[in-house]
């Protein structure tokens, strides 16, 4: 089959490998219909991920048919239309039971790397690395899915489209997640760091779960207007605006109530002295994130208030404001989105028409043009939002 | 002996650093500024590695950095004697005095390093691990009590036969592709609670264990925990070449219990396409592009 390869920093290749194999008798094997580049996709692509490999297939975002199951399997018929989450989690350990899936505790068969850089393992993840597993992702032809009959979303409803529900796997209930870590409450303001694809989503999920006001901060245009057009958002760019005085400002002294990180590891600063030393720092490994976008959500959150961290982190932060967190009573949440906890219900507001998750979307492309799709994405070149590849 | 070496780098550090030219003199080094400094970082270097022997209950790590910091001298003596301006025949002897203490220092850095680091010469090794299971006690001793399915989970395990209603013959993986057998019986049995088993006369390697299954409070399953021993194949030295490879005891232990939790809560040993074989120490080292297996 054709799937896309990690060549090293910056490289993705669509290579010829052999097609997946049913390895255990909880496994499917899903013929892929429809796929995405995720944010995170980059942070493994720029080479900031430890532990990738030559040759990994990538991709964590997908769904497709049924084409083969194993004896397990009594969930799913071949034929079967499915969405496939991107944390790998067995519903049987004290975790999945506490709908904690993206810390399934078996999941892992690397759980002694993952161990060494983090305490404990995470779950396995889809085409995130060997810390994760080591598992072959789904910007491929095919995909082998363990514990199929735990994580995949059934789709039964021939009049949804691919591209309303392929986002389920990731990037909807993430954003979801991100919101409803704030503990919402009727009035409040929400602040959402990024205006990628989670940003958008964490800002739309803000408002289903009552936010009176939520801002989007970014410095790229055509996303701030994404937030203001298609979810009612008010928006800062910070390449124009001091984004402490403009909070402030909006919340008359306040502070936002809850502020969500959706940017991540790889945060840039409007300040050159400061992006330049966390630029360095993480150039030469010293740490491994520029977590610009946190610092800011951490000192501008009101007292008391819930920062709710959903952007992707690898290991080790430099300067990071403890102070702020202790001196003011912050609340800090933080997760890999528990995928499976949210499906059906965010597949429900998809059908009721309460969001339309297609908005985000920029770019279709065909697999075969993926190396193509993450130059575009990681430059945000011709509007770039989100890219929808098809095998 | 793991005092005297202390002793002898405190001693041999504190003559570098506070008269490093009498030691250029005597280890027939030309005696410039630049060797001097040299020769006081160096005695820096032996410095902390014998106060750090010295103040260790288990200085197994402190041992080894002298061998690192033999290796360095050596090194450095071995470009003295083709620099011009040295005593070539001083210099000589100076390499061949650290030779020999690189030698002692290599005895006694493998005789500490044994399985928790103390004395391992004519002792088993130990492994331990533990771990919490999301099923009931009775549960988790059915199967091990089955002995024949410890193969499942037991990675260094070819096979276990049932022999008796106490005993079993048990055929593991060697090093380099050998494998080695012993019988063993059931010493201790309580249902739901405890298994320890020992290994018969006879034995390939000789070998005991023991497992105990607990009820982790409030409905969070069972705490399962393990302990073996057994005499090193190839002892001491035996002992450190498989802990730098992965494969010390209690690793392979905690790997075990890993899939053991795997087996019970999910009825499988989970494989990744990096990782085809499961959890285990060398797997995880050793991984495959994540790629289906061809």
Known sequence: MKATCWMGSNKVEVQEVPDPKILNARDAIVEITSTAICGSD????????????????????????????????????????????????????????????????????????????????????????????????????????????????????????????????????????????????????????????????????????????????????????????????????????????????????????????????????????????????????????????????????????????????????????????????????????????????????????????TAIITHRMSLSDVSDGYEIFKHKRDGCEKVVLTP | MASTLGWFSTGLGLAQVAAPAAVNRLAGLDDSGARRALMRAMGIRELASGVGILSRRRPTGWLWARVMGDAIDVTLLGAALRAKGNRRSRVAMATAAVVGVTLLDVVASTRTSGGDGRVAEDEPMEGKAITTINVPPEEAYRLWRDLESLAVFMDHLESVRTTGERQSHWVAHGPAGTTVEWDAEIVEDVPGELIAWRSLEGSDVDNAGRVRFVPAAKGRGTEVSVEVRYAAPGGAVGATVAKLLGEEPSQQVKDDLRRLKQVLETGEVVRSDGNPGGTRALGQVRQRAAQPVG
């Open chain 1, 42 to 357: 980059l942070h493994l692509y720029d080479g900031y991920i430890p532990s990738a490999m030559k040759g990994d297939i990538l991709g964590h975002e997908f769904m497709g048919r049924v084409v083969e199951l194993g004896s397990a399997v009594t969930n799913l018929e071949v034929g079967d239309r499915v969405v496939v989450p991107f944390p790998i989690a067995c519903g049987n350990c004290n975790a999945c039971q506490r709908s904690m899936y993206s810390v399934c505790e078996n999941s892992n068969p690397n759980a002694g790397l993952a161990e060494k850089l983090w305490g404990q393992s995470p779950a396995g993840i889809f085409g995130y690395s060997h810390l994760l597993g080591g598992y072959a992702g789904g910007q491929a032809e095919y995909a082998r899915v363990p514990f199929a009959d735990v994580g995949p979303l059934k789709i039964e409803d021939d009049g949804l489209s691919d591209e309303q529900v392929l986002f389920l796997s990731d990037i909807f209930p993430t954003g979801y997640m991100g919101a409803e870590m704030c503990d919402i409450e009727p009035g409040d303001v929400i602040a959402v760091w990024g205006a990628g694809p989670v940003g958008q989503f964490a800002a739309a999920s803000a408002f289903l779960l009552g936010a009176d006001r939520v801002i989007v901060i970014d410095r790229f245009a055509y996303r701030l207007e994404m937030a203001r057009n298609h979810y009612g958002a008010e928006t800062i760019n910070y390449d124009e605006t001091d984004v402490r005085a403009a909070l402030h400002e909006m919340t008359a002294g306040r502070g936002p109530d809850a502020c969500i990180d959706a940017v991540g590891m790889e945060a840039h600063h409007g300040a050159m002295p400061i992006h330049a030393y966390d630029r360095a720092k993480q150039a030469v490994r010293s740490q491994t994130e520029r977590p610009h976008a946190l610092r800011q959500a951490i000192t501008s959150c009101r007292n008391g208030g819930t920062v709710s961290v959903v952007g992707v982190y690898g290991g080790l932060a430099d300067k990071f404001p403890i102070g702020a967190v202790v001196n003011r009573s912050l609340t800090i949440k933080a997760g890999q989105c528990h995928v499976q906890r949210y499906m059906r219900p965010l597949l429900e507001r998809i059908q009721n028409g309460e969001i339309d998750p």
